[in-house]
């Protein structure tokens, strides 16, 4: 037992001889991952010899500031960019998809065009399925339920500041049909 309590101090003790000093006297760390006070991955911090040892590197959230970590982030950060890149080549080209839609949505109404119910998210979500579109409820934003028959623009937002637009037809249910 008391072996392993010297074994400790002395990795403790090995890793604060070789941390780099900073401008203000603290510990020079490059952060792996964003850490919320501090910044953001990839930045070289400057925080106390207490902080960096007993937290931040034990947790795995930043390590010793020499240039082959930060290359080692930099290429980590390229990548990330990349995938990035093409989620937002891919999510512009389901816009562009969904601005050529229009779907038809069939309710049972009134005389007057009132629905019994209302057209929602869910159900715009199920017509957009039937073309091999797959969205979920909360990407589809209406200002409220349709409760009438007629043509709605609705919007939609993808994600990443991406939104488009879809014409909905609420029609009537032909008669003689159950749904």
Do not use: C, F
């Not at 074994?7 to 020079?28: C, D, T």
């Not at 390229?78 to 995938?83: D, N, P, S, Y």
């Not at 998809?97 to 069939?106: A, C, G, M, Q, V």
């Not at 349709?146 to 009537?172: N, Q």
């Amino acid at each position: 037992m008391v072996a392993i309590k010297n074994k400790r101090k002395r990795n403790v003790a090995g890793i604060s001889k070789r941390l780099p000093k900073g401008k203000s006297g603290g510990v020079q760390l490059l952060l792996i991952q964003t850490v919320d006070p501090l910044g953001k991955q990839g930045d070289v911090v400057e925080v106390k010899k207490g902080y960096a040892v007993n937290y931040l590197i034990p947790q795995g959230l930043a390590t010793i500031a020499t240039e082959h970590h930060r290359r080692m982030v930099e290429k980590h950060k390229a990548k990330l960019a990349e995938i990035r890149k093409q989620r937002l080549v891919g999510l512009q080209t389901l816009a562009e998809e969904i601005r050529k839609k229009s779907i038809s949505i069939e309710a049972k109404a009134n005389d007057e065009g009132h629905l019994y119910g209302s057209v929602g998210p869910e159900e715009i979500v199920r017509a957009l399925r039937v073309d091999q579109l797959v969205l979920t409820p909360d990407q589809i934003k209406l200002t409220g339920p349709l409760k009438e028959l007629g043509l709605y623009t609705v919007r939609v937002y993808l994600g990443h500041d991406i939104e488009s637009e879809i014409k909905v037809w609420v029609v009537p249910v032909v008669s003689g049909e159950k749904k």
